[in-house]
């Protein structure tokens, strides 16, 4: 699934409690149906010896697209990870509602588009990385192909009724190829990491192409108005767009395309639900005691990728200890790093790099049985996640730069008691939501030490204002309701009557 953030692999648990919400749901099916297409499918391809089975692995942002699609009807066209003897299954199994058809890949599309032009070209650019980015005309050859290809099936598969909504980078250019052959068609794209400054993003050598290719939709979402700025600016400079700034519109090729800032919210009750949950808090209890009375946790989540500051946020945690001596023995770092792009170059040489400064740092400090950083570098399920959420006096969070940062939302989302702080990247999307949070330069280690030592110096009261004024904004603005937010706008851009799209259940 799209979403930079996404590290919580969904469970069993998860699937059960959005089943219980969709049997809750009221939604009207409305006058559409919706075709939903996005890199990576809700699956896992399972073989044994009884042969190939596809099994859901719906979570988050997920669960939220197959709600949509059971209510309004449809289809979700995505790549199933890996080669399936399938091209398409009813979803969900027990009580089929809409198809999920899978784009094939070939060995070389993993490698040229996926690993290539996706994960090494646009990613490290939309995060502002140009000296990590690697870009190749065979590798874009392969990514105009791949995007014609999933376009070639949302045509076909598109009624005469449908809205498109196409999610990321990984497809930027399909809106413009669906255009040509279904000009009819409602088209959305959102577009789920940061958008550089025109000035960066014109290192991209088919800058123009690409741009092109989005202005094919009818709206482009994304996670905050800087966002928006640059990628109209981008639009105008190198396009020659007209621009209208009031209205968020971009005039180009005959078309207008419309733009948007849709902050992405996570399923803020799932969270609070699994937080309250009695096995969840012993854990969480539990976890507190193995580090000892009175001790104090500061917890940093991320997938291990160089755009999330993992080594400034070590390095800033041990300015913290040269500084505070009193707090050894009584204060740790909890470090989850989960595995990501493990066949990049540069996640292999970042994963040395970390190992190394914990190992350093351990080897400096430790003494009398306790161990200054604890290093998890794996998977975790959510029922494993939230209870390091409960028992962390402080999430530290230190994206050199994040679209939106959804960890932030679920440590805010995961203390009912409206205890804890957070610390967040000024250069992470939430920072624009979550102002309360204390906000720190990723690139200042001094400055991460001083968050840290006005985290545990925070009063109670103070402590509790702040999540509660946090949590209070994830309400409003939840997972579902920026979907509701995004298609009604989308609909809306094309004068079409419908019902409203209102996902919360009664």
């Keep these: 699934m799209p979403t930079g953030n996404n590290i919580i692999r969904p469970n069993r648990q998860r699937r059960m409690l959005y089943d219980t919400a969709r049997v809750q749901s009221r939604t009207p099916r409305g006058d559409y149906n919706l075709v939903v297409m996005s890199n990576r499918a809700p699956i896992r391809i399972v073989r044994d010896l009884s042969g190939e089975r596809i099994e859901p692995t719906v979570g988050g942002l997920g669960s ?129 990491v940061p958008f550089p400054p025109q000035e960066l993003f014109r290192v991209f050598p088919w800058r123009r192409e690409l741009l092109v290719g989005m ?147 351990i080897g400096r400090f430790s003494g009398e049985g306790w161990v200054p950083i604890r290093y998890l570098y794996t998977q975790f399920e959510t029922e494993d996640l939230v209870p390091y959420y409960e028992a962390a006096d402080v999430a530290l969070l230190t994206p050199l730069r994040d679209g939106m940062n959804l960890v932030a939302k679920e440590y805010v989302a995961s203390r009912p008691g409206n205890d804890g702080v957070l610390i967040l990247s000024e250069f992470a999307g939430a920072a624009e939501e979550m102002t309360e949070a204390l906000l720190v330069n990723p690139y200042d280690i001094d400055q991460i030490a001083v968050r840290i030592e006005e985290a545990f110096a925070m009063p109670a009261a103070e402590r509790a204002a702040r999540m509660s004024a946090m949590r209070a904004k994830l309400h409003v603005n939840d997972l579902e309701q920026w979907s509701s937010n995004f298609l009604d706008s989308l609909i809306g851009s094309r004068g079409i009557e419908h019902h409203a799209v209102q996902l919360t259940a009664d």
């Design 64 to 192: 939220t697209f197959q709600r949509l699609l059971e209510e309004k009807g449809g289809t979700w066209i995505a790549w199933p990870g890996g080669r399936t003897m399938q091209k398409r299954v009813a979803m969900p199994p027990y009580n089929p509602s809409f198809d999920l058809v899978f784009a094939e890949l070939t060995e070389r599309d993993v490698s040229n588009f996926y690993y290539g032009m996706c994960n090494q070209g646009l990613w490290p650019l939309m995060h502002y990385m140009t000296p990590l980015c690697h870009f190749n005309k065979l590798q874009w050859h392969n990514y105009q192909r791949v995007n014609m290809n999933f376009a070639s099936i949302a045509a076909t598969e598109a009624s005469s009724s449908s809205v498109v909504w196409v999610q990321d980078f990984h497809l930027a250019i399909t809106p413009m190829m669906i255009r040509a052959r279904r000009p009819e068609l409602p088209i959305g794209l959102f577009w789920h």
């Design 215 to 361: 202005l094919g939709s009818d709206l482009i979402g994304f996670h905050t108005r800087p966002y928006v700025h640059h990628f109209e600016s981008a639009c105008e400079r190198i396009l020659g767009a007209k621009v209208d700034r009031e209205r968020d519109e971009i005039h180009f090729g005959g078309r207008t395309t419309k733009v948007g800032a849709f902050p992405l919210g996570i399923a803020v009750k799932y969270f609070e639900d699994l937080a309250e949950n009695p096995r969840v808090r012993d854990r969480a209890q539990r976890l507190r005691r193995s580090f000892g009375e009175n001790h104090r946790i500061v917890l940093g989540v991320d997938r291990l990728d160089y755009t999330k500051g993992l080594l400034q946020r070590i390095l800033g945690f041990e300015r913290y200890l040269e500084r505070n001596p009193s707090a050894h023995r009584n204060v740790s770092l909890v470090l989850i790093a989960v595995p990501s792009r493990t066949k990049i170059r540069e996640y292999s040489e970042l994963k040395r790099q970390v190992d190394e400064q914990v190992g350093r740092i």
